[in-house]
């Protein structure tokens, strides 16, 4: 099987070039047998004859540089001949004389300045029509619940359960122990500050109105978008890629109804309840930092949170919850369902469904902020 | 170099869960010869092709691939075995982030070191012979079409010439004619390169036209013969097989074919 390495060489006999070429004509070869045939000097001759008796074993790629060798010598003008071709090899070499030269066309090259400007313009326009798709789809998805809600039985039960256990119960232990440590964080940090002020006491007012209103609500959701906003991507992603969202078309099926309604209803209800879980356990953290840096003991801090943890700080953190819910399962559900092409698209979709999602939920959050600055809560 | 054989399985088992798929399985692929392996869904196929490839590692057995041992061999032995061989997956199995060209490339750039323009004038080259128009090359495989895949993959599958080539159902999903064109290609591109094929079909048209022999997965082994023995085997299955009227009809339309020829 091991032949020895691929040769090639020219000689001068009565007049007449002589190239000869030997030993093994393989891909494994072809970067020196490259430079082998760039290394020939074809001089001013009338006829050159190719010797390719001493070849013991050619491939595609062989035959390839062998042509391209004799393809050196034609353009000098001279008539090449090749010789000495073993009968195996010859059908190897028709099938590329057969198939080479076929470049394929050059892709056009364009300026790397204007190509920034128009990579920076199409992205623009297809931020813009993705918005404005979403907020189609945002219609399309409440249609088709406005549809459901008439005749509730064809809501799928299972499906929702399923996707609230995936996106609601898996994700309490993280979220838990997400919270618990920010309510330290928080109650440790405020400590410090308000401590130099002697006001440490309003650490607790401070952790309350954080904890309540923005952050157990606004963490959570982030982690959700992360969590399950990317899941939906990229199972609805898969099923488009594997044409099974065009089978439950076809089959007169409605995707929305199908699968984006159950994951994003099983959103609006598990995200609440998961702020509820956040709220309680980030005090919690904050209630044992406190305890455990400040001069108070727990029935103190107890009675103090009992004044400052009011009702419609949680109230208004609450309210969020559903909002926030919507954003991310619309989002992830959207982008999943424009996955087209291949597995690429998905990763794609997928990355870009988690990093709407967070912004629009900060978006959404903010304009929260100013309504409720508005009616004085 | 005919007669000698490339691929020796002896007393293979494969087994997932209580699931057995294959046992004392024997199977010989001779140099040069295409072997059609058919056999009922789920019949283990697939299972047996990567079993080969080393991909599949079987509960008992030995398996030999260009004379390496493909689940005792040392490594290296074991990946030059690999890189001789090519592999046309079901549905092609295409890098989706990789141009046509890019694809065929990327088994060169994995195991040699090429100058670029000549690696792309190789992909053009192998982008040819399969059939493929030039302008394909620069194309992502989602904007191909099925046929086009199966081409594309072909074309990767020899990137590196090798010399055994494993086709997993190629014109399964083709219309008559693409299959039928692209039957014809493999038997071309076997004769020219000099390959050995083990082509998995369920393409009665395919056995009939391209294969040297044929092996039929029953009973969780293979008999391995010509059409000629295979029409004469008592076995149900592989009576039902062979003497449908699907066959019938194949092979009838094969003999005329070769009559037409000689
Ligand atoms: N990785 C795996 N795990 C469990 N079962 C498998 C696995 N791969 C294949 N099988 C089973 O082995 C059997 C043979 O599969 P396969 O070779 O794909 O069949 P086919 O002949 O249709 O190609 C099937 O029943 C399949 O379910
Ligand atoms: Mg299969």
Redesign the pocket.
């Known amino acids: 099987m091991e032949d020895g390495p691929g040769w090639i060489r020219q000689a001068e006999a009565d007049g007449r070039l002589v190239v000869s070429a030997g030993g093994a004509w393989t891909v494994a070869g072809a970067a020196a047998l490259e430079q082998a045939v760039a290394a020939l000097a074809p001089g001013p001759a009338g006829q050159v004859r190719f010797d390719l008796s001493a070849l013991e074993r050619v491939d595609t790629a062989g035959v390839f540089l062998l042509r391209a060798a004799a393809r050196r010598y034609e353009e000098t003008g001279a008539d090449v001949a090749l010789e000495g071709i073993a009968a195996q090899m010859r059908p190897l070499f028709e099938l590329v004389a057969g198939n080479e030269g076929r470049e394929p066309p050059e892709a056009p090259r364009s300026n790397p300045l204007t190509a920034v400007v128009e990579r920076l313009g199409r992205s623009t326009v297809a931020g813009v029509r993705e918005l404005t798709a979403l907020v189609g789809f945002v219609g399309e998805v409440t249609l088709t619940a406005a549809r459901i809600s008439w005749r509730p039985r064809r809501f799928r039960i299972v499906s929702l359960t399923n996707q609230i256990e995936r996106a609601g119960l898996n994700a309490i232990p993280i979220i838990l122990l997400m919270t618990f440590l920010i309510g330290i964080v928080i109650a440790y940090q405020g400590a410090v500050q308000l401590r130099r002020l002697g006001f440490e006491i309003l650490t607790i007012d401070m952790l309350a109105i954080t904890m309540l209103r923005e952050l157990g609500v606004l963490l959570t959701a982030i982690m959700i978008a992360g969590r399950s906003g990317s899941a939906f991507t990229a199972e609805i992603g898969t099923m488009k890629v594997n044409e099974e969202i065009a089978a439950m078309q076809a089959l007169g099926l409605d995707p929305v109804e199908i699968l984006v309604l159950p994951r994003i209803i099983a959103l609006v209800i598990a995200l609440p309840i998961l702020t509820v879980f956040a709220d309680v356990i980030g005090l919690l953290g904050g209630a044992a930092m406190a305890v455990v840096s400040m001069d108070m003991n727990t029935t103190q801090f107890m009675v103090r949170l009992g004044e400052a943890a009011t009702l419609p700080h949680f109230i208004v953190g609450l309210v969020k919850a559903p909002a926030f819910a919507v954003i991310i399962g619309v989002v992830g559900c959207y982008e999943g369902l424009r996955v087209s092409g291949g597995a690429d698209s998905v990763g794609v979709m997928t990355t870009r469904a988690v990093v709407l999602s967070i912004f629009l939920v900060i978006v959404a959050d903010a304009v929260f902020s100013i309504m409720f600055a508005a009616m004085g809560v | 170099m005919a007669g000698e054989a490339v691929i020796r399985i002896r007393g293979l088992r494969?087994q997932?869960?209580r699931?057995v798929?294959h046992d004392g399985l024997d199977l010989d692929v001779l140099r040069g010869e295409v072997l059609g392996v058919v056999?009922?869904?789920?019949?283990?196929?697939?299972?047996?092709?990567?079993t080969i490839l080393g991909l599949?590692r079987p509960s008992a057995g030995a398996v030999e691939l260009l004379g390496v041992d493909v689940l005792r061999g040392d490594a290296e032995a074991r990946a030059a075995a690999q890189t001789r061989c090519g592999v046309l997956f079901q549905d092609g199995a295409l890098f989706s982030s990789l141009t046509v060209t890019e694809n065929v490339q990327a088994p060169m750039r994995e195991h040699l070191r090429l100058p670029a323009p000549l690696m792309d004038e190789l992909a053009a080259l192998k982008i040819a012979m399969v059939g493929l128009p030039p302008d394909a090359g620069p194309k992502y495989p989602g904007e191909l079409s099925g046929g086009m895949r199966k081409r594309a993959g072909l074309a990767r599958a020899l990137s590196l010439d090798p010399e055994v080539v494993f086709l997993?159902?190629p014109t399964a999903g083709l219309d008559p004619i693409g299959a039928a064109g692209f039957d014809e290609l493999i038997r071309d591109l076997q004769r020219s390169l000099g390959l050995t094929v083990v082509m998995?079909t369920h393409d009665l048209d395919s056995l009939a036209a391209i294969c040297d022999r044929i092996a039929v997965?029953v009973d969780k082994k293979v008999r391995v013969g010509t059409m000629a023995d295979h029409m004469r085997d008592r076995h149900p299955w592989i009576q039902e097989y062979f003497h449908g009227p699907r066959a019938r009809a194949a092979f009838a339309a094969a003999d005329m074919a070769s009559g037409e020829g000689s």
């Open positions: 494969n997932f869960g699931q798929v056999g009922g869904s789920g019949s283990g196929k697939s299972v047996l092709m990567l599949n997993d159902e998995v997965l």
